[in-house]
């Protein structure tokens, strides 16, 4: 590994940096190499892409197993009245 001064930063860019670095909760030092390496296009982009919805599951029950699935919910629909006094 080399070390590298870069000199004449200024004011904007340094502060720039130290709150990229804070938001990411990174080193400034790791925060300015990843930046270079994203630039310089040698950094592997983390890419995963979150879902929060069923989608995936839609159509892919058979009829006995969305018989099954309402089968096993419909004590949901039932009210404690002794819950809610």
Do not use: P
């Not at 990174?26 to 989608?55: H, M, P, V, W």
């Amino acid at each position: 590994m080399k070390t590298l001064t870069i000199r004449n930063i200024d004011d904007d860019l340094s502060k720039f940096l130290k709150k990229k670095a804070s938001d990411s909760g990174t080193s400034l030092n790791s925060c300015i190499i990843d930046t270079l390496k994203q630039e310089a296009g040698l950094l592997k982009k983390r890419f995963s892409k979150k879902y929060d919805d069923l989608d995936n599951l839609a159509g892919t029950w058979s009829k006995s197993e969305y018989n099954e699935f309402n089968k096993s919910i419909t004590s949901f629909d039932q009210i404690d009245k002794e819950m809610w006094k």
